[in-house]
Protein backbone atom coordinates (compact mmCIF):
# COMPACT_ATOMS: atom_id res chain seq x y z
CA UNK A 1 0.00 0.00 0.00
CA UNK A 2 0.89 3.28 0.09
CA UNK A 3 1.03 6.04 2.42
CA UNK A 4 0.39 10.01 2.07
CA UNK A 5 1.82 12.09 4.73
CA UNK A 6 0.41 15.41 4.54
CA UNK A 7 2.26 18.63 6.48
CA UNK A 8 1.46 22.26 6.62
CA UNK A 9 -1.79 24.26 6.67
CA UNK A 10 -2.69 26.33 9.20
CA UNK A 11 -3.89 29.84 9.86
CA UNK A 12 -3.52 32.65 8.38
CA UNK A 13 -4.88 36.26 7.40
CA UNK A 14 -6.05 36.99 3.86
CA UNK A 15 -3.64 38.17 1.54
CA UNK A 16 -1.00 35.64 3.36
CA UNK A 17 0.68 32.81 1.91
CA UNK A 18 0.88 29.18 3.11
CA UNK A 19 2.48 26.05 1.85
CA UNK A 20 1.38 22.16 1.99
CA UNK A 21 3.45 19.68 1.29
CA UNK A 22 2.61 15.14 0.95
CA UNK A 23 5.26 12.85 0.88
CA UNK A 24 4.11 8.99 -1.01
CA UNK A 25 5.87 6.34 1.07
CA UNK A 26 5.17 2.59 -0.64
CA UNK A 27 6.57 0.19 -3.05
CA UNK A 28 5.58 2.88 -5.73
CA UNK A 29 6.74 1.39 -9.31
CA UNK A 30 5.40 4.74 -10.63
CA UNK A 31 3.80 8.12 -10.23
CA UNK A 32 1.27 9.09 -12.91
CA UNK A 33 0.21 12.00 -11.16
CA UNK A 34 -0.20 14.08 -7.55
CA UNK A 35 -2.25 16.50 -6.91
CA UNK A 36 -4.36 18.39 -4.44
CA UNK A 37 -8.08 18.77 -3.68
CA UNK A 38 -10.05 20.91 -0.96
CA UNK A 39 -13.36 20.33 0.59
CA UNK A 40 -15.27 23.24 2.64
CA UNK A 41 -17.76 22.19 4.73
CA UNK A 42 -21.26 21.77 2.83
CA UNK A 43 -19.13 21.57 -0.10
CA UNK A 44 -18.23 18.95 -2.56
CA UNK A 45 -14.09 18.21 -2.92
CA UNK A 46 -12.79 19.62 -5.88
CA UNK A 47 -9.65 19.18 -7.68
CA UNK A 48 -7.29 22.28 -6.26
CA UNK A 49 -4.15 21.79 -8.88
CA UNK A 50 -2.47 18.39 -10.31
CA UNK A 51 0.69 17.41 -11.74
CA UNK A 52 1.24 14.49 -14.46
CA UNK A 53 4.37 12.76 -14.58
CA UNK A 54 4.66 14.29 -18.09
CA UNK A 55 4.85 17.44 -16.12
CA UNK A 56 1.40 18.87 -17.46
CA UNK A 57 -0.39 20.83 -14.82
CA UNK A 58 -3.59 21.57 -14.29
CA UNK A 59 -5.36 24.41 -11.87
CA UNK A 60 -8.72 25.33 -10.93
CA UNK A 61 -9.62 28.74 -12.58
CA UNK A 62 -10.18 30.32 -9.00
CA UNK A 63 -6.47 29.87 -7.49
CA UNK A 64 -4.61 29.94 -10.63
CA UNK A 65 -1.73 32.74 -10.31
CA UNK A 66 -2.43 32.19 -6.66
CA UNK A 67 -1.44 28.90 -6.21
CA UNK A 68 2.06 26.94 -7.67
CA UNK A 69 2.22 22.83 -7.55
CA UNK A 70 5.76 21.63 -7.45
CA UNK A 71 6.45 17.92 -7.05
CA UNK A 72 10.35 15.92 -6.47
CA UNK A 73 10.04 12.74 -8.13
CA UNK A 74 13.11 11.58 -6.72
CA UNK A 75 11.50 12.27 -2.92
CA UNK A 76 7.86 11.29 -4.15
CA UNK A 77 6.03 14.35 -2.88
CA UNK A 78 4.43 17.49 -3.87
CA UNK A 79 3.69 20.80 -2.23
CA UNK A 80 1.42 23.56 -2.83
CA UNK A 81 2.70 27.13 -2.41
CA UNK A 82 -0.83 29.00 -1.98
CA UNK A 83 -0.40 32.98 -2.07
CA UNK A 84 -2.84 35.71 -2.49
CA UNK A 85 -5.36 33.51 0.03
CA UNK A 86 -8.88 34.00 0.58
CA UNK A 87 -11.19 33.29 3.07
CA UNK A 88 -13.10 31.43 0.16
CA UNK A 89 -9.66 28.93 -0.16
CA UNK A 90 -10.81 28.12 3.45
CA UNK A 91 -10.86 24.04 3.30
CA UNK A 92 -9.57 20.38 4.33
CA UNK A 93 -6.49 19.77 1.29
CA UNK A 94 -6.35 15.99 0.58
CA UNK A 95 -3.15 14.88 -1.45
CA UNK A 96 -3.98 12.32 -3.86
CA UNK A 97 -1.94 10.44 -5.61
CA UNK A 98 -2.21 7.86 -8.59
CA UNK A 99 -0.01 5.49 -9.94
CA UNK A 100 1.20 2.02 -9.80
CA UNK A 101 2.52 -0.16 -7.05
CA UNK A 102 5.51 -2.89 -7.53
CA UNK A 103 4.14 -6.44 -6.40
CA UNK A 104 5.02 -9.96 -6.42
CA UNK A 105 2.10 -10.38 -9.56
CA UNK A 106 3.30 -7.10 -11.06
CA UNK A 107 2.56 -3.76 -11.62
CA UNK A 108 -0.66 -2.96 -9.65
CA UNK A 109 -2.54 0.49 -10.04
CA UNK A 110 -2.95 2.55 -7.01
CA UNK A 111 -4.68 5.59 -6.26
CA UNK A 112 -4.68 6.78 -2.18
CA UNK A 113 -5.42 10.02 -0.38
CA UNK A 114 -3.83 11.76 2.83
CA UNK A 115 -5.58 12.28 5.25
CA UNK A 116 -6.20 16.12 4.90
CA UNK A 117 -4.94 19.52 6.67
CA UNK A 118 -6.86 22.34 7.52
CA UNK A 119 -6.44 25.50 5.82
CA UNK A 120 -8.01 28.41 7.38
CA UNK A 121 -7.85 31.79 5.93
CA UNK A 122 -9.54 34.38 8.09
CA UNK A 123 -8.73 38.00 9.98
Known amino acids: QVELAESGGGLVQPGGSLSISCAASGNILSLDAMGWYRQAPGKKREMVARVTNDDSIDYADSVKGRFTISKDNAMNTVALQMNSLKPEDTAVYFC?????????????????WGQGTQVTVSS
Open 96 to 112: NVVGYLSTDFGPRPFAS
